[in-house]
């Protein structure tokens, strides 16, 4: 199906089943444990060998030699592949960095060796006794110190530089000016489920049993690392406990599973260790960035940049940190720049809101600061420079921007009109108290999807299609979407996910998931729809799908009775034409965020939270809220604690666990309150959908910044913001 003009009426506006607050259909299985998960698929595979992965003890240099006499000796051993044995092996276009290093090493903790054995304990205690002698090279581990060699880069969705008017001369010229730099640590995933493969071969064909987001990404990848056929490699993961754009890519894991696996010549499963994936997988970059406004004294931008400088391995890309900046406010010169540096650490890559994420972190920090200089309310400035055109391209709209209204309905929900915008002036006991608010933003990508549905004889629905869940509830709002289309109830659904064997979709990551996959449903819906009119002989353009029946005229036919003879079966995908290069399709929202900060030692405690999203149609109001709420929590998260801690000597993560890289827990985190704008976006798809996970960190973490200055006055540029950064300049106890 090709979508190229605005949706219109559709069964989808029915909103019998779709846009309910259905529990997720999958929720029974993992709260009683019985969710199958890659390294538990105890189900798929018989008598399995263990990989225990070794990790480079180096960050930059080579392998001179690596002794594995004793580790092969030790009990229960059955192989141990190394770069010198696993034979030719291809890099993958997705990965920066080998996913099997020796005897070049490229980054600390990359895997140099699998050990397999029988057992897990017997292959770790194996992989102890591996000797390797290092040649070790001098690297580059310090962001700070490379600003001056890092070079132009584009950003995942764009140009990293550009430029509309003459911003030097506007910028210099504007009555009021703010110059600031900020920065944002490097930040790990840490998924609650680890990277994790089995792998089995039959003959020359590779299965995996993986935890993976993005099923066709990672089969057409495997299959060029390995030089393979993509038809003779099958993905497996129809759950996944958490990824974040962490398991975007394939590991380390997988590809060490099949390899294990052909040397041991029997299944092998394979789990990164926890210390292991924060310097082995994917992590979110460390950024530099320098922002400057210019504005007329009532409040007007005439002048906005946005610059940043980022690092990663040879061949990687930049983090997106200005992509927002280009669409979120008006003003009539403008400008951004992104730089990378190269850095010897662990690969820089996608984490949740890649890019909008430590932009926004940035940028609505600037935004208050800009709005104190003016003496206005940050609310009223942000409101004074919508724009309801993309301001690079005036000619192209937005096909929905609704972000006056989440800030309109935020503040008054959240109470804003009481904030006193003198700083530190709100005390309750020994807590000063302060609120903040930001703006949220993030676009909305379209990308083509593919799903096959079956009806049987017993007017059951099936779905078939590689998308993936995880954690983020697609099983539920595809369930819906073929239960709304053919007009059965939601127990009359079921949804097979996550197999390379089924339709490729969209998969999950980047906000695109939901909308694109259940539109690919939709496509698949449409198709079965006119195969079952046929078969009963209706008129497909007024036969109505409902209660389990088709009807038209006085005419109703039991909806099974289409397949008594046999299954019918359809297939199709959604294709986008050219409609999102007429209209901005983006998401916008609102964070409020209250804070207290302990008067004597500056400890801060979120107290009170508020968002107000704009995301298109919401298909599902219970998983898009668990969504939201969540990502709430990265962002007090990225705001208050979480920091990869570099080791500049030795060019590592120094806190690669639970224990020394802190995430925020259930006290850490106060009610969190959020509100969806009524809004159907035509323009997106036949779902009017947009997506919202994403939606929901970008500019949470300076809404918790902008409140902690107005709690305390204290303005700091430097996430995470840790007491020890606000307490030599509290205000006076007394």
């Known amino acids: 199906m090709k979508f190229d003009t605005?949706?219109?009426?559709?069964?989808?506006?029915?909103?019998?089943?779709?846009?309910q607050a259905f529990s997720r259909i999958d929720g029974p299985l993992k709260t009683t444990g019985t969710a199958p998960y890659a390294y538990e698929r105890h189900d798929v595979v018989s008598n399995p060998a263990y990989g225990y992965v070794v990790g480079s003890a180096i960050a930059k240099g080579r392998i001179a030699g690596i002794d594995l006499g004793k580790a092969k000796a030790a009990p229960g051993v059955l192989a141990i592949v190394t770069a010198d044995n696993a034979g030719k092996l291809d890099k993958g276009r997705l990965n920066t960095a080998k996913l099997l290093g020796g005897p070049e090493i490229q980054h600390y903790h990359q895997a140099i060796a699998v050990v397999v054995a029988e057992t897990f304990e017997q292959a770790r205690a194996a992989a102890q006794l591996i000797r390797v002698d290092y040649v070790r090279e001098q690297g580059a581990f310090d962001l700070a110190s490379l600003l001056d060699k890092a070079k132009p880069n584009p950003i995942t969705n764009g140009p990293g530089d550009t430029a509309v008017g003459d911003f030097a001369a506007a910028f210099a010229a504007a009555p009021v000016r703010l110059d600031a730099r900020y920065s944002t640590p490097d930040e790990a995933h840490a998924m609650m489920e680890p990277h994790a493969t089995i792998a089995a071969w039959e003959g020359d064909k590779l299965t995996l049993w993986t935890s993976n987001q993005m099923i066709a990404w990672n089969k057409a990848e495997m299959a060029k690392i390995l030089g393979m056929q993509?038809?003779?490699?099958?993905?497996?993961?129809?759950?996944?406990?958490?990824?974040?754009?962490?398991?975007?890519?394939?590991?380390?894991?997988?590809?060490?599973?099949?390899?294990?696996?052909?040397?041991?010549?029997?299944?092998?499963?394979?789990?990164l260790q926890r210390p292991l994936m924060f310097n082995n997988t994917t992590h979110r970059p460390a950024t530099i960035q320098r922002i400057r406004i210019g504005a007329t004294r009532d409040g007007k931008i005439t002048a906005i940049g946005h610059e940043s400088w980022s690092g990663d391995l040879p061949g990687g890309k930049a983090d997106g940190a200005v992509s927002q900046t280009r669409l979120l406010y008006a003003g009539a010169h403008r400008m951004t720049a992104t730089r990378l540096a190269t850095l010897d650490l662990a690969e820089g890559n996608a984490m949740r809101a890649p890019g909008e994420a430590t932009g926004m972190m940035a940028l609505e920090i600037a935004v208050d600061e800009m709005a104190e200089k003016l003496g206005m309310d940050p609310i009223e400035f942000r409101i004074v420079n919508d724009t309801q055109v993309d301001p690079e391209k005036p000619e192209r709209p937005f096909s929905q921007r609704q972000l006056v209204e989440c800030l309109r309905t935020g503040a008054e929900r959240f109470g804003w009109s009481k904030r006193n915008p003198q700083p530190g002036r709100i005390r309750d006991g020994r807590w000063l108290v302060g609120i903040g608010a930001a703006a949220a933003f993030r676009n909305n990508l379209l990308t083509k999807s593919a799903a096959r549905v079956r009806l049987d004889n017993k007017g059951v629905v099936t779905v078939e299609t590689d998308m993936t869940d995880i954690g983020t509830g697609s099983y539920t709002i595809i369930a819906q979407t073929a239960a709304e289309m053919m007009g059965v109830p939601l127990e009359k659904v079921k949804v097979r996910l996550g197999d390379s064997v089924f339709p490729v979709s969209a998969g999950s990551g980047g906000q695109w998931g939901?909308?694109?996959?259940?539109?690919?449903?939709?496509?698949?819906?449409?198709?079965l729809r006119e195969a079952v009119a046929q078969k009963l002989g209706f008129n497909s353009a007024e036969a109505e799908f409902a209660d389990g029946e088709v009807r038209a005229g006085n005419r109703s036919v039991p909806l099974a009775q289409a397949a008594a003879d046999g299954g019918i079966t359809a297939e199709d995908e959604i294709e986008y034409g050219d409609i999102a290069k007429k209209y901005q399709q983006s998401t916008f929202g609102a964070h409020f965020v209250e804070v207290g900060v302990d008067a004597a030692t500056a400890e801060i405690r979120v107290r009170r939270m508020l968002a107000v999203c704009a995301a298109g149609r919401i298909l599902n109001p219970k998983t898009a809220r668990s969504q939201v709420i969540g990502a709430m929590t990265m962002g007090v998260?990225?705001?208050?604690?979480?920091?990869?801690?570099?080791?500049?000597?030795?060019?590592?993560?120094?806190?690669?666990?639970?224990?020394?890289?802190?995430?925020?827990?259930?006290?850490?985190?106060?009610?969190?309150?959020?509100?969806?704008?009524?809004?159907?976006?035509?323009?997106?798809?036949?779902?009017?959908a947009k997506g919202v996970a994403e939606l929901g960190i970008c500019g949470v973490a300076a809404a918790v910044a902008n409140a902690v200055y107005n709690a305390t006055g204290v303005r700091v540029r430097d996430y995470p913001i840790t007491l020890d950064k606000l307490l030599e300049q509290m205000p006076d106890v007394g």
């Open 637 to 688: 998260g990225a705001a208050l604690m979480e920091e990869l801690v570099v080791d500049k000597r030795a060019g590592f993560f120094v806190n690669h666990d639970l224990a020394g890289y802190e995430v925020p827990v259930h006290a850490d985190i106060p009610h969190q309150d959020m509100f969806f704008l009524d809004e159907t976006d035509p323009m997106s798809s036949p779902m009017k």
């Open 230 to 271: 993509a038809e003779k490699v099958r993905l497996d993961s129809p759950f996944i406990g958490g990824g974040f754009g962490g398991k975007l890519f394939p590991r380390a894991d997988a590809l060490l599973a099949a390899l294990g696996a052909r040397a041991a010549k029997r299944p092998v499963k394979v789990a």
């Open 514 to 527: 939901g909308n694109n996959s259940t539109a690919g449903v939709y496509a698949a819906c449409v198709k």
């Open 6 to 19: 605005p949706a219109t009426t559709n069964p989808i506006d029915q909103m019998k089943v779709v846009g």
